[in-house]
Each structure stands twice: as C-alpha cells, then as structure tokens.
T-cell receptor, first 111, second 114 residues
Framework: DARVTQTPRHKVTEMGQEVTMRCQPI?????VFWYRQTMMQGLELLAY????????DSGMPKDRFSAEMPDATLATLKIQPSEPRDSAVYFC?????????FGSGTRLTVV | AQSVTQLGSHVSVSEGALVLLRCNYS??????LFWYVQYPNQGLQLLLK??????LVKGINGFEAEFKKSETSFHLTKPSAHMSDAAEYFC????????????FGTGTRLQVTL
C-alpha cells in the first residue's frame, strides 16, 4: 500500500532551536495537509496545499511557523524558534477531496 | 464554513454490544464525510467515507455509517463490539472544490469492556 512518510518520527529539541519536519506525500496526490494534535486542542489544521500552491495557512502562527512544498514529493513544516508550547504530534496527510491518507506523525518535544 | 460535532467524548460498551458513535455536520455545500480511527501512538486510519451515491457506506473492521441529509448526521455503527475496537474515532467533513479543507470533530474515545 502507498504511504505518506513523515520524518523524523520523534524529535526532542531545546527551546529556541529550529525544527524541520518533512513529509513525502503519496505520488499523484494533489492535496497536502499539515495538522497538529494535542490533548487540549485536538486536531488543528495548520496549513494545506493544492498542486503545491498554499491554499490556507491561517491556522499557523506566522511569526514562527512556515510551510512549503518545494516539489511534489516533499512538504516541509518549520518552526523557528521553537517553544515548549509547540510540543505536539504533527501529522501530514495527502490525497484528493474524496479521501486523504495520513502519515504516522512526528512527535515533537520542546524542552 | 464547515464543521462537525461529535456527541460524547467517551463511549463505553461491552464486548459484543452495539457500537454507536454520533456525528452531526454543518456544511453550506454537499458534504464529503469521513470517519477515521486512531489507535494509541499511531496516525489516523480511514474507516469509511461518504462522497456521493449510496447513503449507507460500509468500511473496514465491520463498521458502517449512514448519511442522513435531513438530520445532518453521519453516525458510525458496528453491530458487535470487539476489544480491538478500543480507540479514538474522529468524524470529519470536507467538500468539493474550494470547500475541500478537511475539518475534524473533537473525537470520541471508545472503550470496550468484557
């Protein structure tokens, strides 16, 4: 089965450091989402792309977060500088409007 | 704008009993509706979806859901719960074209007891 691949699976970093999370969407999928999951807030949509163009990043703190799709095989989510409140599981999903596949997530801990 | 409401953050059933997880949606366009399951420390797995056509949709692991436009509902059911069904279940909505942002409910944790 085709998979959405996210790296790294786990990341522990110190406050103030830059964090980059990567996602390899399934080949041919035209839409990519980035979500953040925490116990308090549940699943929050951070940003999404269609055909590599950003459609909505209103859920993302603009001062520290950035999301890009440099090519069709890679989506990135960067946090600079990271803060303890950014600790969460970050999921990438790809697909079409009639169905999406999620990656296994990146568990980020900022200490 | 689209949204979903999941009634009951926790549901507990006995093994072998009926599972019913409730989801109501709000959408200004014909909705696409999804149920996802999340096991501990894992990603979200698609259980089933409704886009168009038959309103009763069957998914994996014996689950099914019925799209009821008049009630704006998409409840998830399974006739007989199994211990392995214990997980978090998320209802989500999107739509065609510019409404294609996937919006999730807050989730329902299903507990299955002996």
């Amino acid at each position: 089965d085709a998979r959405v691949t996210q790296t790294p699976r786990h990341k522990v970093t110190e406050m103030g450091q830059e964090v980059t999370m990567r996602c390899q969407p399934i080949l041919g999928h035209n839409t990519v989402f980035w979500y953040r999951q925490t116990m308090m807030q549940g699943l929050e949509l951070l940003a999404y792309f269609r055909n590599r163009a950003p459609l909505d990043d209103s859920g993302m703190p603009k001062d520290r977060f950035s999301a890009e799709m440099p090519d069709a095989t890679l989506a990135t989510l960067k946090i600079q500088p990271s803060e303890p409140r950014d600790s969460a599981v970050y999921f990438c999903a790809s697909g079409f409007e009639r169905g999406y596949t999620f990656g296994s997530g990146t568990r980020l801990t900022v200490v | 704008a689209q949204s979903v409401t999941q009634l009951g953050s926790h549901v507990s059933v006995s093994e072998g009993a009926l599972v019913l997880l409730r989801c109501n949606y709000s959408s200004s366009v014909p909705p696409y509706l999804f149920w996802y399951v999340q096991y501990p420390n894992q990603g979200l797995q698609l259980l089933l979806k409704y886009t168009t056509g038959a309103t009763l949709v069957k998914g994996i692991n014996g689950f099914e859901a019925e799209f009821k436009k008049s009630e704006t509902s998409f409840h998830l059911t399974k006739p007989s719960a199994h211990m392995s069904d214990a997980a978090e279940y998320f209802c989500a909505v999107s739509g065609p074209g510019t409404a294609s942002k996937l919006t999730f409910g807050t989730g329902t944790r299903l507990q299955v007891t002996l």
